[in-house]
């Protein structure tokens, strides 16, 4: 229920580029949040592009996936000088905790 994904920050913050900050999280179809919220900060001044990624780690909420449902990306600018990004992911879980009861 834990996994991790890896952005990239097209350009170095420079003359013409500012810092920007960034909320990040899942949502189902019905726009119910299923992860926690993680947070970038795109500050980033090297020129080099592989200094310019951020891995983030998200966990999703103890619940049942179904693998031919679409779930999205939630990519908040935190400034709210650009709209919300949504991309599609599916999600297929092996079991989720509900599947099995190893306590009982």
Not at 69 to 98: N, S
Request: proline residues 1%; charged residues 30%; contains cysteine.
């Amino acid at each position: 229920m834990i996994f991790s994904l890896n952005f990239y920050q097209k350009e170095a913050v420079g003359d013409n580029r500012e810092a920007a900050n960034y909320l990040l999280y899942f949502v189902d179809s019905e726009n119910r949040q299923i992860s926690d919220t993680q947070k970038i900060i795109a500050d980033k001044t090297n020129e080099n592009n592989q200094e310019r990624t951020f891995r983030c780690s998200f966990n999703l909420k103890s619940m049942k996936f179904n693998e031919k449902e679409t779930y999205y990306l939630v990519i908040i600018d935190e400034a709210g000088l650009q709209m919300p990004q949504r991309e599609e992911f599916q999600i297929d879980v092996a079991f989720a905790v509900d599947d099995f009861d190893f306590f009982s």
